[in-house]
């Protein structure tokens, strides 16, 4: 039965002051236990709320992490040209996925540190609009130095924001950001190339640890995403640029498998060869479009590559299918795999052919330039002994019958290209007559070439007008161009042309019948078109009838013979040719002649000039350099007879004549062995004999 309904007792005083104290502390107890029962509830209350806010929390950072890791799943083999498009899809996802109002990525100006540019964003609620240039320095500086150090700037609220942000704060208080996270974009140990931020416009917003580091995962997943996009752009660039390289150059890659000897080519490389483009390309593919001539050669250019393991390096010719020949230069190199055994033979093959052909004609111009460079010097020559010869003799001078008749007839041969034979003693003219000719006729553009066939020994006479090959004969170093050569299209005069050897003259005559011969030494036939003029004063007709000059060649000399007349069958022209040297020897020496004598002037016409015009020419000279005032004396030399009453012996009159003629000949001993009617060998022997020898110069 409870006691509660239990007739009351009525207690003992002691009693009943005992039971209240039980009483009593019954109610505290109770009263204890509903404040802990009101303290539990309230802790449960927020146990409940603490962890509701823990699993929606953790749903989040799930829901965050299964997206980082479909993101970075994503963008591992994503192609390139993709890029753009998925990191804004996933700036939206993040957005949404954290309730964020804005998200920007920026990246760094090559042209200028300070300006970043906007390239992707992410904005459902609109705003100011927001440049696509921006130079981070005049909006953002403090935001800037943190990215630029690799930090990132976060903001929960714009109040706590330090002095020196002041800049940015007003920046993203235009923008309507209430809370804002900027992490850099950078690659491991890399410069930072951008940065990307997020942003809440709504509120201010405590950024947890957790969420930030899962923002540092999406810019790293961005940064890495945009650096191969950029690499890849980079490498395809290279080889577009690399591709129209090798079409502009026409050239082709290839590498050849060393085990299979397959070879893979570039489609320019099979334009380059005339492969099919479903054509399997092989090694000995390679090898049958060469050229016969260089097939050996580039198969044991390959072998030497692979097996001492240096670089290919060789030119050849490959045949095309319509017989036309292209010159390949290839290049390439041994890769080895890493047991070091040869594993692939790659490089590039250029066609060349342009530049063989440039190359071709280079050497056909630098031999060109050398020949017409030894023209031009053997022509300076020529020059120069013209130069000394119109110094000394200006001009034909005469009034004679005899003279005009010469010059008349020299004149109407001039403009033909017949031979022409100029015969007469020594000393008439016979050079100079020869120039006149050439002066007028239509080769005087070029200047005329001679050689004195006496004044050169029999042995250097063919090289001297034929020229020769280096190696010749013993002392021959070096090429040297003949006086035909170097006369071609011009007229080459051969003075004392009876001097030439017999052995030489049949040569001679095929240049003049065919207008072909070849240097000593050489099988090779040239080309010459050359005018001949022949000087002598012998009687060729009676050499021929001795057997010392060949009939033939002297028909085809004696085609327009011209006889000078010796100077004293012409008298009258005698005054002519004496003003005439002293005229030149005036301006020479530097004297003022106004007067010759009668008296010398008959005494000159009298006499009768053995030596011709050169004789008279010396004795002019030597009175120039005797005279002292303006009247010249001028003597001829003494007479035979004379010169024997002053000699005492007749070695002596001997001695005087030789001397007399070598001095005349300037000292050329064939020469005047030729005009002394001596053999070379017989005038060597007289001049020991008296004691004559060349003297000093």
């Known amino acids: 039965m409870d006691k509660y309904n239990q007739k009351p007792i009525k207690p003992m005083p002691e009693q009943a002051e005992s039971q209240n104290a039980m009483l009593k502390q019954e109610i505290d107890r109770r009263h204890q236990a509903e404040k802990r029962l009101a303290v539990l509830s309230e802790e449960l209350e927020a146990f409940k709320s603490e962890m509701a806010s823990y699993k929606q929390n953790m749903e989040e950072r799930i829901r965050f992490d299964m997206l980082l ?50 390239t992707h964003y992410y904005r459902p609620l609109g705003g100011p609009p927001v440049p696509e240039k921006m130079r ?58 951008g940065a990307i931020s997020f942003n809440d416009m709504q509120s201010e917003r405590t950024w947890s640890e957790t969420i930030l580091q899962r923002l540092h ?116 190199k041994l890769h080895l795999k890493p047991d070091g055994k040869s594993s692939r033979l790659m490089g590039i093959s250029v066609d060349i052919t342009d530049r063989v052909k440039i190359e071709n004609q280079l050497k056909d111009r630098i031999q060109e330039i050398a020949k017409l460079k030894q023209q031009v010097e053997n022509e300076n020559l ?31 041969v001039a403009f033909t290209d017949s031979t022409i034979l100029v015969l007469g003693e020594t000393g008439t003219g016979k050079e100079m007559l020869a120039r006149f000719i050439h002066q007028v006729s239509k080769r005087k553009n070029r200047p005329m070439v001679t050689i004195n066939c006496a004044s050169l020994p029999a042995t250097l006479i063919e090289s001297e007008l034929f020229g020769r090959e280096k190696g010749a004969y013993t002392g021959a170093l070096t090429q040297m161009i003949g006086r035909f050569e170097i006369a071609d299209g011009s007229t080459l005069f051969l003075d004392e042309i009876g001097e030439i050897p017999l052995e030489l003259q049949s040569k001679l005559l095929r240049v003049l019948e065919e207008g072909v011969f070849e240097r000593l030494g050489s099988t090779k036939p040239i080309h010459t078109n050359v005018r001949i003029i022949a000087a002598t004063n012998r009687d060729l007709e009676n050499e021929v009838s001795k057997g010392r000059f060949r009939k033939d060649l002297f028909y085809r000399l004696s085609v327009f013979p011209i006889l000078m007349p010796p100077l004293r069958d012409r008298p009258e022209d005698i005054p002519l040719l004496v003003w005439s040297f002293v005229e030149e020897f005036k301006m020479r020496m530097g004297k003022e002649v106004n007067a010759i004598p009668s008296k010398s002037m008959e005494s000159l016409r009298s006499y009768s000039w053995p030596g011709n015009v ?52 300037n000292w050329r001993v064939s020469a005047a062995a030729g005009i002394l009617g001596l053999k070379r060998s017989t005038l060597n022997s007289k001049m020991k004999k008296l004691s004559i020898s060349r003297p000093n110069p």
């Open 136 to 193: 981070a320095i005049d909006f953002f500086p403090w935001s800037q130095q943190r990215i630029r150090e690799g930090r990132r700037a976060t903001v929960s609220s714009m109040d706590n924001l330090p002095p020196e942000a002041a800049r940015d704060k007003e920046s993203w208080r235009h923008y309507g950001i209430k809370a804002t996270v900027t992490i850099p974009l950078q690659l491991s140990g890399e410069q930072v190339v």
């Open 382 to 412: 020529v020059l120069k002994q013209e130069v000394k010869f119109f110094g000394e003799h200006s001009k034909i001078v005469g009034q004679s019958l005899a003279m005009k008749r010469i010059l008349a007839e020299a004149e109407q």
């Open 69 to 118: 890791s479909d993101i970075s799943a994503h963008f591992i083999n994503l192609p390139s040209e993709q890029v753009d498009n998925e990191i804004m899809d996933v700036q939206r996802q993040v957005c949404k996925l954290l309730g964020l109002d804005l998200c920007t990525l920026w990246q760094w100006s090559d042209d200028d540190l300070e300006t970043y540019i906007l």
């Open 614 to 665: 050169r004789e008279l020419r010396n004795v002019v000279e030597h009175a120039m350099i005797l005279c002292t005032n303006a009247n010249l004396s001028i003597r001829p030399p003494q007479s035979g007879l004379e010169q024997q009453n002053s000699m005492d012996k007749l070695v002596d009159i001997e001695r005087q004549h030789i001397l007399s003629v070598l001095e005349r000949s």
């Open 217 to 332: 995962l999406v810019a790293t997943i961005f940064a890495n995403a945009i650096a191969r996009k950029f690499k890849d752009q980079d490498l395809r660039e290279a080889e577009r640029r690399l591709r129209m390289a090798t079409d502009a150059a026409r050239a082709g890659l290839w590498g050849m498998d060393m085990d299979t000897e397959k070879v893979w080519v570039s489609s320019s490389l099979r334009d380059l060869f005339y492969f099919s483009p479903e054509e399997e390309v092989t090694y000995q593919s390679f090898l049958g479009k060469i050229h016969p001539d260089d097939h050996d050669r580039v198969r044991q250019s390959v072998e030497q590559a692979i097996h001492s393991k240096k670089n290919l390096y060789i030119d050849y010719r490959i045949v095309l299918p319509d017989g036309q020949i292209r010159w390949i230069c290839a290049r390439g």
